[in-house]
Antibody, heavy 122, light 107 residues
Framework: QVQLVQSGAEVKKPGASVKVSCKASGYTFTSHAIHWVRQAPGQSLEWMGW????????QSSQKFQGRVTITRDTSASTAFMELSSLSAEDTAVYYC???????????????WGQGTLVTVSS | EVVMTQSPATLSVSPGERATLSCRAS??????LAWYQQKPGQAPRLLIYGASTRATGFPARFSGSGSGTEFTLTISSLQSEDSAVYYCQQYNNWPRTFGQGTKVAIK
């Protein structure tokens, strides 16, 4: 079955960077885009960006431009999201999710990874 | 960006009763609207896509309707396992945006 498995929880200091991984299985990794979404404690969901797992093209939300880098390793069927210049406001659960379509990032998100808690604290 | 507004914020419904959740977009998103179910400590799970198509694994008591700017998620006969937060999301425009969620509780 299609599955996305993310890396474990992280604790970072303000100003540091964090890199979260998302390993895909059960489908051809390069045929679907991967999105990144975060959820602060008690809050709603916030889309951060996506990567075309086939050609590596990326797009990120204007809110995170300059701070987020999304990459992939096709040999490992893994996508990565790196967020820099962390502050307490970046404390959240970070999710990866597969785009539902095979023709680009045009669909909804299904399935989702289990989430990675990133805590930013001095 | 397209602002998604959900109402009510919280809904308390007795088992077997109908639950109706609303989602409004600040501009037309056609039928590119999804609903997700999120239970405590879990990742969101796709429930409805294309505004009205039920995702695999969800029973027929869940249904979606609407297009343009007004959308509805209906749970026809609420079961205890339906207690969760439900989010709508538009995937018609960039950036992708989500509503604030409706928490469905069992009365």
């Amino acid at each position: 079955q299609v599955q996305l498995v993310q890396s474990g929880a992280e604790v970072k200091k303000p100003g540091a960077s964090v890199k979260v991984s998302c390993k895909a299985s059960g489908y051809t990794f390069t045929s679907h885009a991967i999105h990144w979404v975060r959820q602060a404690p008690g809050q709603s969901l916030e889309w951060m960006g996506w990567i075309n797992a086939g050609n590596g093209k990326t797009q990120s939300s204007q809110k995170f431009q300059g701070r987020v880098t999304i990459t992939r390793d096709t040999s490992a069927s893994t996508a990565f999201m790196e967020l820099s210049s962390l502050s307490a406001e970046d404390t959240a659960v970070y999710y990866c999710a597969r785009d539902s379509t095979m023709i680009g990032p045009l669909g909804c998100f299904d399935p989702w990874g289990q989430g990675t808690l990133v805590t930013v604290s001095s | 960006e397209v602002v998604m507004t959900q109402s009510p914020a919280t809904l308390s419904v007795s088992p077997g009763e109908r639950a109706t959740l609303s989602c409004r977009a600040s501009q037309s998103v056609s039928s590119n609207l999804a609903w997700y179910q999120q239970k405590p400590g879990q990742a969101p799970r796709l429930l409805i896509y294309g505004a009205s198509t039920r995702a695999t694994g969800f029973p027929a008591r869940f249904s979606g309707s609407g297009s343009g700017t007004e959308f509805t998620l209906t749970i026809s006969s609420l079961q205890s396992e339906d207690s969760a937060v439900y989010y709508c999301q538009q995937y018609n425009n960039w950036p992708r945006t989500f509503g604030q969620g409706t928490k469905v509780a069992i009365k």
